[in-house]
């Protein structure tokens, strides 16, 4: 309990550490058994573990294991509330649709009334691709406000985060509201405070973003302009019990930056937000609105902090951690040993495209791999969001997988790393992030092409493409080779989804359509049995 405390092994104790550990294999990993034979091929089980991802963090998945329903109560979070006709609904996000279709099942009964924020167009969408179970039926006592075109506030969802205000200002100590919340949720409850204009408070945030204000700055900034965001919801729905189901899409779910956190009690004070724009040289071009409202000598008005959060129960629901673990269950089933390294993988997809390499390489070594491995992964981990101490015990099952003889091993982490445009071609994150993983395990060709490489984002679309990602292996470079396709030429100029659908027909593009969710991306390296060297 007391080992996220270490200090980050350094380079000349990598080798000692890594000693200890093989000597002493204290991690408590369930079962030695080794998991059952299966014949499918490995690029087939890639995309079933990919889809068990997926289909673990589905709204309407997520909200009927959250909601236990007894008679005229529900226990949500471990809390039971009491239903007597007093249930209110309010949702903003991508999900929200489905997930408030699924809330309306188990407790529509004693549903009031609800107003819900979504995409433009995801109605005629979700009946397009047969998700009909994601849609509300006819007499269905929510109503719909479809907006943010382009993933953008416009009228419309300014239009929906009026109702939902107004719907949870008229509660009462007798209420319950029931809040969903997904990704996307920020950009459909736009409700900037009175003289700001939508625009402005737009062109605000665009300049800050620009100026590379990082995403707490740009909260703290829509927090201070907004009625709703920063524990805003909360404070109009005060005296009634806020119950906010969450579907995350940021890494390490921190609530206050979901949606911007309208049900988490949060202080902004004008000075704060003064401090961001001076710091980003913008104070003295932000309109007179805004400096009207942040020349406010207390912080916005709201009730009293202490007694609003002890009626607000925010409860995270889906993430990508939930995703690697139903992931891992049918990884196991397929004929794998799992280890998640970590859910919050991030930085520059170059970096990361290294460190999937080199655990390859550690992984694949038929002989004790050399130390050197060992402390370039302590170095770049960091970087790109994995601590020194999952680097360590990855490494471990790696070890013993090969000295005890386990056969295959899947290898899952998630996060959402970024790409630095150097071009204008097609492609999103996963797919560069393959390809360029692609690159570093060639010449791993033991057994067949040695390990496989699949990253893909759970809302099935990567950048402006309709793929969600690829898979690739140890085999790509010399496929590419072969048909005279260039994989530098590609990368510079930020082109994978135009190498990958050029690459054997696209068969290693990853397309699963329409997910309905987003809890970030998925990374998976399936590593075959590796036959090892006795001495």
Not at 491 to 498: A, P, R
């Amino acid at each position: 309990m007391y080992l996220h405390y270490l200090p980050r092994p350094t380079e000349q104790s990598m080798a000692r550490v890594l000693s200890l550990f093989r000597h002493q294999p204290f991690l408590a990993l369930r079962g030695r058994r080794k998991p059952p034979l299966c014949k499918m091929s490995m690029d087939s089980r890639a995309r079933g573990v990919f889809a068990a991802a997926v289909e673990a963090v589905q709204p309407d998945t997520v909200v009927r294991q959250s909601i236990e329903r007894k008679k005229d109560s529900v226990i949500i979070d471990g809390h039971k509330f009491t239903l007597k006709h007093n249930l209110h609904l309010v949702g903003f996000g991508k999900a929200v649709l489905g997930m408030a279709a699924e809330a309306e099942r188990i407790v529509g009964d004693h549903l009031v009334k609800g107003v819900i924020s979504v995409p433009h167009g995801i109605q005629q969408t979700l009946q397009q691709h047969g998700k009909g179970h994601l849609l509300l039926k006819e007499n269905s006592r929510i109503k719909v406000i479809e907006g943010a075109k382009h993933n953008l506030p416009d009228a419309d969802a300014q239009k929906a985060a009026e109702e939902i205000r107004q719907l949870a200002s008229g509660l009462t100590e007798e209420d319950l509201l029931l809040v969903l919340i997904s990704g996307g949720g920020s950009a459909l409850l736009p409700a900037p405070i009175p003289p700001i204009s939508l625009q402005e408070k737009l062109d605000v945030t665009r300049k800050l973003a620009a100026a590379g204000a990082t995403i707490q700055e740009l909260n703290t900034v829509r927090r201070a302009l907004s009625f709703l965001k920063g524990g805003g919801l909360a404070n109009f729905a005060h005296p009634a019990q806020v119950i906010s189901l969450i579907l995350s899409d940021v890494i390490g779910d921190p609530l206050d930056l979901i949606a911007s956190g309208p049900t988490v009690p949060t202080e902004v004070w004008p000075e704060e937000v003064l401090s961001v724009l001076e710091r980003y040289k913008l104070l003295n071009s932000v309109p007179p609105s805004v400096n009207d409202v942040l020349g406010r000598t207390s912080p916005r008005e709201s009730k009293d902090k202490s007694s609003t959060s002890g009626h607000v129960l925010n409860a995270v629901i889906g993430s990508n951690s939930l995703a690697l673990k139903c992931a891992g269950l049918r990884a196991r089933e397929l004929g794998f040993r799992p280890v998640v390294l970590a859910p919050g993988v991030c930085g520059d997809v170059r970096s990361v495209s290294r460190l999937y390499g080199l655990l390859a390489r550690f992984a694949c070594s038929r002989e004790e791999p050399p130390p050197e491995l060992a402390a370039e992964m302590l170095r770049l981990g960091p970087e790109v969001g994995v601590e020194s101490w999952d680097l360590c015990r990855t490494m471990q099952v790696f070890e013993e997988g090969r000295t005890e003889g386990w056969g295959a091993t899947c290898l899952l982490a998630g996060g959402e790393p970024t790409v630095e445009l150097t071009g204008k071609g097609r492609g999103g994150r996963n797919q560069e992030l393959a390809l360029r993983v692609g690159v570093e395990l060639r010449d791993l060709k033991h057994p067949h092409n040695g390990p496989v490489f699949l990253s893909g984002g759970t809302d099935g679309q990567d950048g402006p493409t309709e793929a969600a990602g690829a898979i690739t292996d140890a085999g790509l470079c010399e496929e590419a080779q072969a048909q005279g396709l260039d994989i530098d030429t590609f990368l510079t100029n930020n082109d994978s989804y135009t190498f990958f659908s050029r690459l054997s027909a696209g068969k290693r593009l990853l397309v699963p359509g329409l997910t309905c969710t987003n809890v970030m991306d998925v990374h998976m390296l399936l590593i075959p049995p590796i036959p090892i060297n006795i001495r």
